[in-house]
């Protein structure tokens, strides 16, 4: 198919807004993403129109593609035919995994409200991915210490993953064009992974980074179920509890969030 025929295709399906559908139909772009495909097994969450699904069964040993819409399912079924293309029509994050068995990494054009949730998932297996993500998202993925963007996403994915920029990708070529531009990074995982308290201690530092450290637990105590005076206690022999989160970098960060969850643990256990 040509570009001509996805922008018919596309208009004749009613793009699902509660799916996040916007189908990106520039054969450039997909083949550019194909070639981080070459000789692997592929898993893409959500196909679409298959224009991405194309040139991997190009380039990749395998593809797993995931299509969670019956309407687009049946379509791929009828207009891909490729030994070694497998489709699957189910939720992504209910399958059984079995159904994914052996993927080496993801490459996919995920829906934007799917982005947290994808990166998660591919955190706790430890699975690299090239993905397209809105670029305000990738902005934060990417974002350094002392700067607006600057998050908690900023700190956790930098170091669960190495992540490159790879090419932005304008709104003119999706459809329904979507009211914000793209961007393609790669994500390599680092090998470290991180436990739900240690995750959930960054956030409470990056929800109040602006605050030093001591204060941020401290004013945090409620939600942590100990008393102030017992957090500060807690807090007061720490190292660094005067700095501010969002001057700090992501692995001081980490040093932090660590000490104060096994302290926070060892109080609640007694």
């Not at 955190?123 to 305000?136: F, G, H, S, V």
Request: proline letters at 3%.
């Amino acid at each position: 198919m040509d570009g001509q025929s996805y922008i018919s295709l596309a208009k004749e399906f009613n793009a699902s807004k509660r799916l996040g559908q916007n189908f990106l139909l520039d054969a450039k772009v997909t083949k550019a993403e194909a070639q981080h495909a070459i000789g692997k097994t592929v898993l893409e969450l959500g196909p679409g129109l298959g224009v991405l699904t194309r040139e991997l069964c190009k380039t990749a040993k395998r593809v797993i593609a995931i299509e969670k819409d019956t309407r687009l399912y049946e379509q791929l079924l009828h207009t891909i035919r490729s030994k070694n293309l497998e489709l699957v029509n189910a939720d992504f994050f209910e399958l059984d995994e079995k159904a994914i068995d052996g993927a080496e990494m993801m490459v996919a054009n995920i829906p934007y409200n799917l982005s947290s949730k994808t990166i998660m998932w591919l955190a706790e297996r430890q699975m690299p991915a090239l993905l397209c993500l809105q670029k305000e998202f990738v902005e934060h993925l990417l974002a350094k210490p002392d700067t607006r963007d600057y998050s908690k996403l900023s700190v956790v994915c930098s170091i669960e993953f190495k992540i490159y920029d790879i090419m932005d990708v304008g709104r003119n070529m999706f459809y329904p064009e979507p009211k914000v531009s793209s961007s393609i990074v790669f994500m390599k995982p680092t090998g470290t992974r991180l436990d739900k308290d240690v995750i959930e201690m960054i956030t409470l530092l990056m929800n109040h980074k602006k605050k030093k450290v001591r204060n941020a637990f401290v004013d945090s105590s409620a939600s942590l179920n100990i008393g102030k005076g017992e957090a500060l206690k807690i807090v007061e022999r720490l190292s660094g509890s005067d700095q501010r989160a969002f001057k700090m970098e992501p692995d001081e960060i980490l040093a932090v969030a660590r000490i104060l969850s096994k302290e926070l643990a060892k109080r609640t256990r007694t």
